[in-house]
């Protein structure tokens, strides 16, 4: 079983790298973003492998941190998401953007990838809202929140101030990042009217 693998970059394909560990090239298949950031033919480069063996087939798997790793298996638990579909979601969101689309059930954010149709968007989020706070990386600091903002169990005045930055074209999580942020400032007590009004504060900061 490989785990990871630690050498220089060979070629970078469309969808894979070929990475040579001491004259011995590996091929590791890879969302677009991880190709995006792993440098060119000639440098170094690390990679998380996840390793598939099957009867006619052995297949490496490339990330640049173990949490892309973890989200690349946890996806392929929801019926209708194998390897390629999970590429190609880790490919549309980083680790932090998939679990807060997670914990917020936004599944507009999720079928943004290729191959993700409403009903398999539906399901990830349905299925994966509990796994959200263990795997959400930098994103674990609002991410309690944002399950209750998703599961509709959030205050009343953090839901309609939620509501209303969406509403002025905000994302989900924009909005939901900066009525934490203003939860912080007015207190847990605020209404609806300073938290968007904190809120906006927060979203026009450079």
């Known amino acids: ?9 060979d070629e970078i394909g469309e969808d894979y790298a070929l990475i040579d560990v001491h004259g011995v090239c590996y091929v590791a298949y890879c969302s677009s973003r991880t190709l995006g950031k792993l440098g060119s033919p000639g ?16 297949k490496l798997f490339g990330f640049l941190s173990a949490l892309e790793r973890e989200w ?13 579909v999970a590429l190609a979601i880790l490919s549309t969101l980083t680790p932090p953007e998939l679990a807060n689309a997670i914990a917020l059930q936004d599944k507009t954010s999720v079928s943004r990838a290729p191959g993700v149709g409403p009903k398999v968007a539906t ?18 600091a609002n991410i309690g929140l944002k399950q209750e903002i998703g599961e509709g169990v959030a205050s009343a005045p953090v839901a309609d101030a939620v509501s209303a930055l969406t509403n002025l074209g905000y994302s989900r999580d924009q909005a939901a990042n900066a009525v934490a942020a203003a939860l912080k400032n007015g207190g847990e007590g605020a209404d609806s009217a300073k938290l968007i009004r904190l809120g906006l504060k927060e979203l026009s900061r450079p």
Do not use: C, H, W
Request: glycine share 8%; hydrophobic share 45%.
């Open 1 to 9: 079983m490989i785990g990871k693998l630690k050498g220089t970059i």
């Open 43 to 58: 440098e170094a480069a690390v990679l998380f492998i996840e390793t598939y063996v099957r009867e006619d087939q052995l």
């Open 72 to 84: 690349f298996n946890i996806l392929q638990s929801v019926q209708g998401v194998g390897a390629k």
């Open 123 to 140: 399901r990830i989020v349905t299925e994966l809202k509990n796994k959200a706070p263990a795997f959400a990386g930098e994103a674990s």
